[in-house]
C-alpha cells in the first residue's frame, strides 16, 4: 500500500487546540489565544498560517480601524472535528490509568 503524505498537522502541539477553540464558531486571535495562555502570539500565528495554507481554516479581515481580523473553520477543517474527537476517545479508553 502507498503511504499518502497528509497535509495536515493534527499531531503538532498546537493544531488540535485551534481546532477546539474554533469549533464554537469564529473567533478573533485574541479569543483563540485567551483559551491556550501558554502558546506565544508567534507560535498560534504560525499554526494559524499553516492551517490555512492547508485549507482548514480561513482568515478574514475587516477594513476597520482599528484592524479586525477572524478564523474560522472551513468544512475541511471541521471534519477534522470528528477525527480530534475518535482520537480523544481512543485516548480516553486505553491510555487513561483507572
Known sequence: MECV???YRIGDK???HVLRGLQ????RFT?????????TPKVLT???RAMERDGTVTRTEYDENPPRVEYELTGQGRKLLALLDLCCGWARE???ET
Open 5 to 7: 503524505e497528509l497535509p
Open 14 to 16: 498546537w493544531t488540535a
Open 24 to 27: 464554537g464558531g469564529r473567533r
Open 31 to 39: 479569543q483563540l489565544r485567551a483559551g491556550m495562555p501558554v502558546v
Open 46 to 48: 504560525e499554526t494559524l
Open 94 to 96: 486505553n491510555l487513561v
